[in-house]
């Protein structure tokens, strides 16, 4: 079977805020603020989505990739029920 396109199976991860403290205050309305964290936690909810939607990927692809070699479907390949 041919090779699973990189961006189909590509994982993703958010780089740890690090931000390091410079003294210097700012003032933020509190409603930005609420939206911008909110934003936030909608981008690492996608990112770990698109994850998991790869991993998925590539587990269907092995097992495809297995049955279409032996015939015979392996363990942990079952259909999930209906």
Do not use: H, Y
Not at 1 to 17: G, N
Not at 24 to 50: C, Y
Request: with cysteine; aromatic share 2%; hydrophobic share 45%.
């Amino acid at each position: 079977m041919p090779a699973l396109p990189e961006d189909l199976v590509k994982t993703e991860r958010l780089a740890p805020i690090a931000g390091k403290p410079t003294g210097e205050l700012v003032s933020i309305d509190k409603g930005v603020l609420a939206e911008i964290v909110e934003r936030f936690a909608q981008a690492a909810g996608a990112i770990e989505r698109g994850n998991n939607r790869a991993g998925g990927v590539r587990k269907l692809w092995s097992c495809v990739d297995a049955i279409m070699r032996t015939g015979v479907t392996p363990a942990g390949c079952e259909a999930a029920p209906r």
